[in-house]
């Protein structure tokens, strides 16, 4: 059950007057914002009320404006809904969600919104310290060195604003400079300390929730040229009244380039679902959100253009486990490292389970890249999760 067509036309959102108007020719930031935000510990059930997933599209998009994206479509799976915005992806699940933003969008301006629509209408009593500060279950905030600080508004210049920024709201909050900062390429993490007071349900089963990102700059030329469509000349309407150009376009761009074939499970004889929305920009980009078994994301952003190429790719998928051993995440990241072939990449992996499979055969990962050198290599013990970083380069 790879990529199929019909998914094209089973968006539970979709913008068609936006796809059809994006266009952009500037300097672009590729390299994204991303933020975590647990409302409560994972599988809680604490709350028989309504969920994030309750909140109203019109809410999502009010909230977004805020962030300075637009939402070009969305898809509903059992347990979350995959938005695929203007500048990169939300994912929202019951109690939690992860926004991704690229570009020069303002992702912790939104802040003060979704608490207050939270509480609006959702009815949720969010605790706080007595000095107004939220104390929710689990926040993370994290990206690479922008290639274009200057080019970002206000506090997302610079990581000491964005951290004053979330000291605002958080009380608990780490912030951590990971890699070398000589090369102006290392990542930056604020993580709140896992707030346990936060109610959970007596019989909470715990999660071994892990997330693999991989962030490529200076993308191999041929294989960057994939994710350019060129100016937009037809004048001709989609043959679909519930399709556009944009998301046919990032149908074939997937196809072509299988990026839905980057795990087993997605496979034809796969009894695991699978759901996907992709979006080729014009002239250039590719954005896409696939969801697997109803609630394991992974989700590709490309930004092409020479001169400040870069593509990322984030699982939450626990592919050993999913796979009954057959795949890991080596397979996984040659898998993506033949699509884009980047000349430099770093990758974080976070899990609970320092013991996990996984996570032993990640230490190790860079054996297997005898293309490229590492830079880098960092393992952090963060309170409940590991954290494993590494930067490696294309030898010459
Ligand atoms: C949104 S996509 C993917 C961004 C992502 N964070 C990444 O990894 O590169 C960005 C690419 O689409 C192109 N693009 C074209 N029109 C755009 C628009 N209106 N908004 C954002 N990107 C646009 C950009 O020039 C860039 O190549």
Redesign the pocket.
Known sequence: MTVTIKELTNHSYIDHELSAS?????A?E???KLLEIWFFPPNNAVSAGKTLRDIAMDRWIEILKLVKCEVLSMKKTKELDAFL????SLFVFDYKLTL????TTTTLFCLDKLFQTIEQELSWNLHKTPDGKYKLFKVFYSRRCFLFPCKQAAIHQNWADEVDYLNRFFDNGKSYSVGRNDKSNHWNLYVTETDHSVPQAKECIEDDDETFEVLMTELDPDCANK?VCGPDTSTSAPAEPNEDKGHNLGYEMTKKTKLDEIYLNSSQDSNLSFHHDAFA???????SNMVLDEKYYYT??????KGWS???FESNIPVFDISQGKQDNLNVLLHILNVFQPREFSMTFFTKNFKSKSFQKILTINESLPEYTKLDKIIYDLDDYHLFYMKLQKKI
């Open positions: 994006l266009d952009s020719t500037d672009f590729g390299p994204e915005l203007s500048e990169s991704k933003t690229c570009g994710f920009f014009t002239p250039c980009g590719y954005s590709l952003h490309v930004t092409p253009e870069y593509a990322s």
